[in-house]
């Protein structure tokens, strides 16, 4: 066990240690009014005073030390954070090297550049960082990842009475006030008896001074030194004046008469005669009665308990005028144990996802608006024999439900998932997931971050083989992390679509081969189990497969008279706006890059388990449909092919037209690559 007692200010331990004295009563909280805590030479902030509270109370414990971090925005529109303390005992030039690590890997991002501009007036480490960066974010992961924030424990063992003992704030104050009084009485002691025996030297130096004849006579008489101390000794002097000075000394006998003790004589023996002007005379008068007063104190001071802590208060005070400085650590009540979460920057996130368990998360803003009908831009790079099986767009900040090809779902949150590159090929989800060898993720979605919503929410799912399912979204709010069973699959089936819907939505599930059928989410009845295989929801043909699922918003107006409206028009200007204002379309997507949207109108209602209706023609030009799913006329697009490659496009750059078409060129793809990934940008998550 090693004693760890932190630096304090001198100033507030001697405060302190007054106000104990003052009042042994007094409490360990109101011992920390003077002494509020540590105070480190290289100052920062100390935070979470109630660990301070439980150290000074037991006398262990540990505390949390924040460097100062200030915000500077600069002229340019950027901001930079400036370093201006950092934590007791931590090498700046160490600390620097860290910093700068993690923003190469990227662990830290938005820092531009980091410099020491450090002098003698203080420290001053300067981080610029990029353009809409949020300085905040960047401050939460240099308190979380580096040791601008560190800890320092508390382990006051003290060695008392010869024994270790762990001593709290007021009993190791008790212990030092004990140690002055003892030191303090020890020292008025020895003061004392240098007084007395100084003063006793001086009265035997006055009384020869007033026998002065008969002294020289004595030791002129004397054969020798010995002879001359013993006829001093022997012999009883009168005296006069002496006896007034005699009197200020309480431990001398005054009277008529004075016998020279052998101290006495030796410095009488060994007086320079200069001592016998009337100069000398006086100044062993004016000594004597200085030591006199001396002696009156020290005597005083011994006899009164009170008066030896004044002087030990007056001492301690005179300490503090002399060597007290401003304290330089600052004590708050921050927020101590956050969230990681918090150090990471909300935005728009695009996650991909490959046929053999590659992930990676992107920045949206990386993937540029182009015109339909491009080659894209490489979005991922894929080894031999993988593809891209799903894109994702949301929030950092929102939890991400993996539906395995087993049934079982796990919940990752988006910002944990790796961050790469365009161009980069991810990681492996079987180092971010607790999956099989023989499993894989066969569909991704997120969750809505306000889990008071989940209440009101549904969860349908959808398999390749046609069957459909609703649960309670509550049902999935606590997944361990090993992971929970979500749905019982055929061996040959799998998840093709997990997506959230509330009871006035519709449900459309779309085939490769160019089938669609709609259905009220209301009329799917609620399963209360999670491990039943679930009902029909569309009937399939040879070798066709469910390949989208998507949900939409219900609407009261008729089909055939919303199409004849938007055809030829309306004398009602109210009902066209309606409409117009509930118009939606259903994007889809082919594997050759060809799509178009046509509008939700034309796409009827029916009851679940029908063969569906057309809902793009699949011919040799088109392929099957890799795609389908509702969005807007503002809406933007990100398709993706098996070759990692992506574009991003606006949906209203492609072609209106009816179901049983074959539509527009979207993405021009290469021979032998196909389009296996479309989604709609959400963007309302921020």
Request: hydrophobic share 35%.
């Given at each position: 066990?090693?004693?760890?007692?932190?630096?304090?200010n001198?100033g507030?331990?001697?405060?302190?240690?007054?106000?104990?004295?003052?009042?042994?009563?007094?409490t360990?909280?109101q011992?920390m009014?003077?002494?509020?805590?540590?105070?480190?030479p290289?100052?920062?902030?100390i935070?979470?005073?109630?660990?301070?509270?439980?150290?000074?109370?037991k006398?262990?414990?540990?505390?949390?030390?924040?460097?100062?971090?200030?915000?500077?925005?600069?002229?340019?529109?950027?901001?930079?954070?400036?370093?201006?303390?950092?934590?007791?005992?931590?090498?700046?030039?160490?600390?620097?090297?860290?910093?700068a690590?993690?923003?190469?890997?990227?662990?830290i991002e938005?820092?531009?550049?980091?410099?020491?501009?450090?002098?003698?007036?203080?420290?001053?480490?300067?981080?610029?960082?990029?353009?809409?960066t949020?300085?905040?974010t960047?401050?939460?992961?240099?308190?979380?990842?580096?040791?601008?924030?560190?800890?320092?424990?508390?382990?006051?063992?003290?060695?008392?009475?010869?024994?270790?003992?762990?001593?709290?704030l007021?009993?190791?104050?008790?212990?030092?006030?004990?140690?002055?009084?003892?030191?303090?009485?020890?020292?008025?002691?020895?003061?004392?008896?240098?007084?007395?025996?100084?003063?006793?030297?001086?009265?035997?130096?006055?009384?020869?001074?007033?026998?002065?004849?008969?002294?020289?006579?004595?030791?002129?008489?004397?054969?020798?030194?010995?002879?001359?101390?013993?006829?001093?000794?022997s012999k009883?002097?009168?005296i006069?004046?002496?006896?007034?000075?005699?009197?200020?000394?309480?431990?001398?006998?005054?009277?008529s008469?004075?016998?020279l003790?052998?101290?006495?004589?030796?410095?009488i023996l060994?007086?320079?005669?200069?001592k016998?002007?009337?100069?000398?005379?006086?100044?062993?008068?004016?000594?004597?009665?200085?030591?006199?007063?001396?002696?009156?104190?020290?005597?005083?001071?011994?006899?009164?308990?009170?008066?030896?802590?004044?002087?030990?208060?007056?001492?301690?005070l005179?300490?503090?005028?002399?060597?007290?400085?401003?304290?330089?650590?600052?004590?708050?009540?921050?927020?101590?144990?956050?969230?990681?979460?918090?150090?990471?920057?909300?935005?728009?996130?695009?996650?991909?996802?490959t046929?053999?368990?590659?992930?990676?998360?992107?920045?949206?803003?990386?993937v540029?608006t182009?015109?339909?009908?491009?080659?894209?831009?490489a979005?991922?790079?894929?080894?031999?024999?993988?593809?891209?099986v799903?894109?994702?767009?949301?929030?950092?900040?929102?939890?991400?439900?993996?539906?395995?090809?087993?049934?079982?779902?796990?919940?990752?949150?988006?910002?944990?998932?790796?961050q790469?590159?365009a161009?980069?090929?991810?990681?492996?989800?079987?180092?971010?997931?607790?999956l099989?060898?023989?499993?894989?993720?066969?569909s991704?979605?997120?969750?809505?971050?306000?889990?008071?919503?989940?209440?009101?929410?549904?969860?349908?799912?959808a398999?390749?083989?046609?069957?459909?399912?609703?649960?309670?979204?509550?049902?999935?709010?606590?997944?361990q992390?090993t992971?929970?069973?979500a749905?019982?699959?055929?061996?040959?089936?799998?998840?093709?679509g997990?997506?959230?819907?509330?009871?006035?939505?519709d449900?459309?599930?779309?085939?490769?081969?160019?089938?669609?059928?709609?259905?009220?989410?209301?009329?799917?009845?609620?399963?209360?189990?999670?491990?039943?295989?679930?009902?029909?929801?569309?009937?399939?043909?040879?070798?066709?497969?469910?390949?989208?699922?998507?949900?939409?918003?219900?609407?009261?107006?008729?089909?055939?008279?919303?199409k004849?409206?938007l055809?030829?028009?309306?004398?009602?200007?109210?009902?066209?706006?309606?409409?117009?204002?509930?118009q939606?379309?259903?994007?889809?997507i082919?594997?050759?890059?060809?799509?178009?949207?046509?509008?939700?109108?034309?796409?009827?209602?029916?009851?679940?388990?029908?063969?569906?209706i057309?809902?793009i023609?699949?011919s040799?030009?088109?392929?099957n449909?890799?795609?389908?799913?509702?969005?807007?006329?503002?809406?933007?697009?990100?398709?993706?092919?098996?070759?990692?490659k992506?574009?991003?496009?606006?949906?209203?750059?492609?072609?209106?037209a009816?179901?049983?078409?074959q539509?527009?060129?979207?993405?021009?793809?290469?021979?032998?690559?196909?389009?296996?990934?479309?989604?709609k940008?959400?963007e309302?998550?921020?």
């Open positions: 066990m090693a004693t760890s007692i932190p630096p304090h001198l507030e331990i001697i405060d302190g240690t007054i106000a104990y004295i003052e009042n042994r009563d007094i360990i909280s011992l009014k003077k002494i509020p805590g540590p105070d480190f290289t100052g920062g902030v935070i979470a005073q109630d660990n301070l509270k439980q150290g000074y109370n006398g262990r414990g540990s505390i949390k030390i924040r460097g100062e971090i200030e915000e500077e925005s600069l002229k340019n529109g950027k901001d930079r954070l400036v370093i201006k303390s950092i934590p007791y005992q931590i090498n700046k030039s160490v600390l620097n090297e860290r910093i690590e993690l923003a190469r890997d990227k662990k938005g820092i531009s550049d980091i410099r020491d501009e450090s002098n003698i007036e203080g420290v001053r480490v300067v981080i610029d960082l990029r353009r809409n949020e300085p905040e960047v401050k939460r992961q240099l308190y979380k990842l580096t040791s601008v924030e560190s800890s320092f424990g508390f382990n006051t063992l003290a060695i008392v009475k010869g024994k270790p003992k762990i001593l709290n007021k009993e190791f104050i008790s212990e030092f006030v004990d140690f002055r009084e003892i030191t303090l009485t020890k020292r008025i002691k020895f003061d004392l008896n240098k007084a007395l025996e100084r003063a006793h030297i001086l009265l035997g130096i006055s009384v020869s001074v007033e026998n002065i004849d008969a002294i020289i006579k004595i030791i002129k008489n004397s054969e020798t030194v010995e002879a001359a101390k013993k006829s001093l000794i009883k002097w009168k006069n004046k002496t006896n007034k000075l005699i009197k200020l000394i309480s431990s001398e006998k005054s009277g008469s004075y016998t003790s052998e101290n006495q004589v030796i410095s060994e007086l320079k005669l200069q016998l002007t009337a100069f000398g005379i006086n100044e062993i008068e004016v000594e004597i009665k200085k030591l006199a007063t001396m002696i009156k104190e020290y005597e005083k001071i011994l006899k009164s308990k009170k008066e030896l802590f004044k002087v030990i208060v007056d001492e301690l005179k300490i503090k005028d002399k060597f007290s400085v401003k304290r330089r650590t600052k004590i708050t009540n921050a927020v101590l144990n956050y969230n990681i979460e918090e150090t990471i920057q909300k935005e728009a996130v695009v996650i991909t996802i046929h053999k368990g590659y992930i990676k998360r992107g920045s949206l803003s990386s540029k182009q015109k339909r009908g491009g080659k894209g831009k979005g991922i790079k894929t080894r031999d024999e993988d593809y891209v799903q894109n994702l767009t949301t929030s950092s900040h929102a939890p991400i439900l993996f539906f395995s090809t087993q049934g079982l779902v796990y919940k990752l949150k988006a910002w944990k998932i790796p790469g590159t161009s980069s090929k991810g990681k492996t989800l079987f180092n971010l997931l607790p099989k060898n023989h499993q894989s993720i066969s991704i979605m997120p969750l809505p971050e306000n889990e008071t919503e989940w209440k009101k929410l549904f969860v349908v799912f398999t390749s083989k046609g069957k459909v399912r609703k649960n309670s979204l509550e049902d999935f709010s606590n997944i992390s992971g929970k069973i749905m019982k699959l055929d061996s040959d089936d799998t998840i093709i997990v997506k959230i819907c509330r009871e006035d939505q449900i459309i599930l779309s085939t490769k081969l160019g089938k669609c059928i709609r259905f009220m989410s209301k009329k799917l009845r609620i399963f209360k189990g999670r491990s039943s295989k679930g009902i029909k929801g569309i009937e399939l043909g040879d070798s066709d497969k469910v390949i989208s699922l998507s949900v939409l918003d219900s609407t009261d107006i008729n089909p055939k008279i919303a004849k409206i055809k030829n028009g309306s004398d009602d200007k109210n009902k066209k706006s309606e409409v117009i204002a509930k939606k379309y259903i994007l889809s082919t594997e050759n890059g060809f799509g178009k949207r046509t509008s939700f109108y034309d796409y009827r209602v029916t009851n679940r388990g029908g063969k569906g057309i809902g023609d699949t040799s030009r088109n392929g449909v890799a795609a389908s799913f509702p969005v807007n006329e503002g809406d933007e697009v990100i398709l993706s092919t098996d070759k990692g992506m574009i991003r496009c606006e949906v209203k750059g492609i072609r209106v009816g179901r049983n078409t539509g527009v060129r979207i993405f021009k793809v290469t021979d032998g690559e196909k389009v296996v990934s479309a989604i940008i959400e309302n998550f921020i």
